[in-house]
Structures are given as C-alpha cells and as structure tokens.
C-alpha cells in the first residue's frame, strides 16, 4: 500500500504562483508513475500532469502546458506541481495519485490517491 498526502492548496491571485506538494509513505518502491489530477465544481476530475519513475519523462495536459511543472525528489517520497500565471481555470481540487505500473500510468489509471488541496484563484 502506498499513502499520499498532498499540501500546499489555498488562494491566489489570478497570475500569480503555488507549489502543490505530495508527500508518499508506504510501499514507495511499487510506484513507476505519479501524477497530478484536478477537479473543478461540476466537473469530470482531469489529469493535469504525470511523472515517470525515472523522473525524465513528464506529461502535461494543453491547458497548462508552460506554465505548471511536476517534479520529484530523487527518492520519489515527494511529489511537487508548481503553477504559475494561475487563472480562474485553475481554480480545483487538486489531487496526487500514484500508478503500479506503466500500463495503469499511459492510460491514466491510478491505483492510490490521496485526499486532495483545494486551490482558488480570484480575480
């Protein structure tokens, strides 16, 4: 088993930054892949970014492309999003999930997930 425990969530001002943290425990050695989700009020939840084990290959969906990235530590215990230039879009729940396998991570099929953070930004 593997528990998540993400922080960092809050409010900002639209244009402005936050960094999302991740925090893993666990069975840390199954993870191949982590990643990112959000889901906004009325909305399906999304994958916004995800993290390959080696921590070389990363994904972003188009909307925020340039302007969030995922990270890890090297020991994979820490899971981190920085979002700049934030905007009321990005206005969510945010999520950390973790894959076993690399199948489960190209097909965004996450076997444990954490709580979530929420983050809103204002205009």
Do not use: H
């Not at 991740?22 to 199954?30: D, I, K, M, N, R």
């Not at 959000?38 to 994958?47: D, F, I, L």
């Not at 991570?105 to 930004?121: A, L, M």
């Amino acid at each position: 088993q593997v528990q998540l425990v993400e922080s960092g969530g809050g409010s900002v001002e639209a244009g402005g930054s936050r960094t999302l943290s991740c925090t893993t425990s666990g069975a840390v050695y199954t993870i191949e892949c982590m990643a990112w989700f959000r889901q906004a009020p009325g909305k399906q939840r999304e994958g916004v970014a995800k993290i390959l084990r080696s921590g070389l290959t990363t994904f972003y969906t188009d909307s925020v492309k340039g302007r969030f990235t995922i990270s890890q530590t090297n020991t994979r215990t820490t899971l981190f999003l920085q979002m700049n230039s934030l905007n009321s879009e990005d206005t969510a729940m945010y999520f950390c999930a973790a894959a076993r396998s690399g199948y489960g991570c190209s097909n965004w099929r996450f076997d444990y997930w954490g709580q979530g953070t929420q983050v809103t930004v204002s205009s």
